[in-house]
């Protein structure tokens, strides 16, 4: 079976949180269990384009309303990704270094889209089917259907996956003029409150959609940012399929970005090794428990409770733990963070960016993640904790209450906690530090973290009987 990949992201060319991650993994992992997987990606200008060689097999010339433009598909000659990976080039729109943020977002996904339907029309052969991810990509599975231009290939099958339906790309309708000659009678099949949704469209016209993870899919019904209704409605081809993890990627016993390895037998002396590293560089006490943060430093991670919940456990649980974050997103989030760092004494430290081997440097050294989010579909971060026998502090909430067991329940392996507060987050850090004295305990969490399995095995075949 031959499944398109279509995203706006794909670790390692292109990540800007965990759809790189999953659209890197999930074709590596379909293509060897005997599928035939590719991706196509808007061509932005990253380091990793300029590392790799590549071969034009396409080049065409479309629209997106008047505005005529030429677009270049090249391919990935080496193959490195383990899956075929195609990216779009259209100049003026897509030749940049980052991958969202612009003012023009809307017209530089909506002219990438266009561009790969016009290309798979100029294919020699049809995909089985065509895999959207996100709304950067949810006019697909409308376009294909019902703009005349598409077809030819408008049998092919669609499926959507929602990362994230927070962000749902709406447009007023005068953005309309955009899509290439449609069939109006279905104009509906476009809008969600007099609005051009691309979210809510691809969810009414794909012919499967899926969340990553089970309680998220269920979670959306009662809140959707708006489109519960359409998702009660639609539930009978909707479904949640967790999430696997790049399991050579996120590897302690081969990770490339780490200087030494560990496995299940040496997880106390590899993480101490790494513990020991961290806290010299960024100036932590090493004898103290590492709690760390990773992520987008937004609303829907809870991150604007961090600091406040770091002063907290300061004052009430005393000075017994660091603190370690690495993050960017709000100016608000971000100022509060390094205002902290006037009250460290060795143990609190910000690194306020992104940074890829640092993150995987601090799975590794660190006691404890925290992830008090809001809203997580599905929520890579704890799984790659797991990974590194590093204990998650959850919010129960959408993939991490899928993913994480309370060390008070049968099993159990973690710390859950209910509120986005910072109360609930100070008392899990409260729980964690009462755990961590315990040290024989703790390396035998640590070891059963390590053997828990989150790899892409049977989400494959979840998603290989939806393509089926
Ligand atoms: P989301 O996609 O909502 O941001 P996920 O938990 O699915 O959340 O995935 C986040 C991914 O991005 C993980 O691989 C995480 O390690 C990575 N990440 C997030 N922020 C940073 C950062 N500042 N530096 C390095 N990696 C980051
Ligand atoms: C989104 C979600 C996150 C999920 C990721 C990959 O960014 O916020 O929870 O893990 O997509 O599916």
Redesign the pocket.
């Known amino acids: 079976m031959e499944i398109v990949h279509v995203s706006a992201e794909c ?1 390692p060319f292109a ?8 659209v890197g993994a999930l074709p590596k992992y379909l293509q060897q269990a005997g599928n035939v997987a590719k991706v196509v990606c808007p061509m932005y200008r990253t380091k990793y384009l300029f590392q790799k060689n590549w071969e034009v097999v396409h080049k065409g010339n479309t629209n997106m309303g008047n505005w005529w433009f030429d677009y270049t598909v090249i391919k990935e000659s080496s193959n490195d990704s383990g899956f075929d990976l195609y990216l779009i080039d259209i100049n003026g729109l897509l030749d940049r270094e980052k991958i969202y943020g612009y003012d023009d977002d809307v017209e530089r996904f909506t002219a990438f889209q266009i561009a790969v339907l016009d290309w798979l029309v100029n294919w020699q052969h049809q995909p089985d089917v065509l895999h959207a991810h996100d709304h950067h990509t949810g006019l697909i599975p409308f376009m294909l259907r019902y703009c005349y231009r598409f077809k030819k290939i408008s049998s092919v099958k669609t499926v959507f996956t929602i ?2 339906a927070e962000y749902q790309g709406a447009m007023s309708w005068q953005k309309s003029i955009y899509l290439p000659e449609w069939n109006t009678w279905y104009w509906g099949l476009l809008d969600w409150n007099n609005a051009i949704n691309p979210l809510a469209s691809a969810v009414k016209c794909a012919d499967w959609v899926t969340t ?1 993870s089970p309680n998220y899919m269920r979670e959306l019904q009662q809140h959707a940012n708006g489109l519960e209704r359409l998702f009660q409605q639609e539930s009978k081809k909707c479904i949640g399929i967790l ?1 696997g993890i790049d399991v050579k990627v ?1 590897d302690p016993e081969n990770d490339q970005y780490l200087d030494q390895h560990y496995s299940v037998k040496t997880v106390s002396k590899g993480k101490n090794y790494h513990k020991k590293q961290l806290c010299k560089r960024f100036q932590l006490d090493e004898s103290k428990p590492l709690f760390i943060f ?4 937004v609303g ?2 809870g991150a604007e409770i961090i600091p406040s919940a770091i002063r907290d456990s300061f004052r009430y649980i005393g000075r017994k733990m660091n603190f370690l974050i ?3 997103g709000s100016p608000e989030t971000e100022n509060a963070l390094v205002q902290l760092k006037s009250i460290a004494e060795n143990d609190y430290n910000v ?10 440097a601090m ?1 590794a050294g660190a006691d404890f993640l925290m ?1 008090p ?1 809001r809203v ?9 904790a797991l990974r590194y026998g590093t204990m998650p502090l959850v919010r129960r909430t959408g ?1 991490l209450q899928d993913t994480v067991i309370d060390v008070g329940d049968e099993g159990g392996f973690g710390i859950r906690f209910e509120n986005v507060s910072t109360g609930d987050l100070t008392h899990a850090v409260y729980r964690a530090c009462a755990l961590y004295q315990d040290t024989k305990k703790m390396a035998e969490y640590q070891k059963q973290m390590m053997k828990i399995d989150h790899s892409w095995e049977s989400s494959i075949q979840q998603y290989m009987s939806i393509y089926q």
């Open positions: 670790y990540k800007a949180g965990g759809l790189g991650d999953v990362h994230n990553v999430n996120w990773i992520g987008r430093l829907e991670k690495l993050g960017s690194f306020v960016g992104y940074n890829e081997a640092l993150s995987h799975y992830m989010s997580e579909p599905c929520g890579l971060n704890q799984m790659y993939g």
